[in-house]
C-alpha cells in the first residue's frame, strides 16, 4: 500500500518563506496528478496547487504568484515552495496522489504551517 510523508511545516513570520516536501513510498511517474491541499480550522479542506503531466500545474486563487508546486520523479518527492506567506495561509497542508493508471487515490497525514502577524 503506497503512503506519503509530508514534512517541512512549522512556525514563521508574515512574508517568510517555507517549503514543504511529501515523501512518496513508491516510485511516481509523470502520468500521475499531485496536489497540495489544505484545512484550516473550521473550514473546509481546499485546493492549494496541483501538478500533472508535463508538469502542467494549477494554483488556487489565494497562493497564485507566491506558491509554486514541482516534483522530483527521481526522488518520489513533491514539493511545496510557499513564499509572502500570510496569516491567512495557516493550515495543515495535506500532499494527495492520484494515479491515473491504477486509480489509486492517496491522502498524507498532513504537515502544520503557522504564519504569525
Known amino acids: 500500500q503506497v503512503y506519503l510523508v509530508e514534512s517541512g511545516g512549522g512556525s514563521v513570520q508574515a512574508g517568510e518563506s517555507l517549503t514543504l516536501s511529501c515523501v512518496v513510498s513508491?516510485?511516481?511517474?509523470?502520468?500521475?496528478?499531485m496536489a497540495w491541499y489544505r484545512q484550516a480550522p473550521g473550514k473546509q479542506r481546499e485546493l492549494v496547487a496541483r501538478?500533472?503531466?508535463?508538469?502542467?500545474?494549477t494554483y488556487g486563487t489565494s497562493v497564485k504568484g507566491r506558491f509554486t508546486i514541482s516534483r522530483d520523479i527521481a526522488k518520489n518527492t513533491l514539493y511545496l515552495q510557499m513564499s509572502s506567506l500570510k496569516p491567512e495561509d495557516t493550515a495543515v497542508y495535506y500532499c494527495k496522489l492520484d494515479r491515473v493508471y491504477g486509480g489509486q487515490s492517496v491522502w498524507g497525514q498532513g504537515t502544520q504551517v503557522t504564519v504569525s502577524s
Open positions: 513508491e516510485s511516481i511517474y509523470d502520468s500521475d496528478f
Open positions: 501538478i500533472m503531466s508535463h508538469s502542467t500545474t
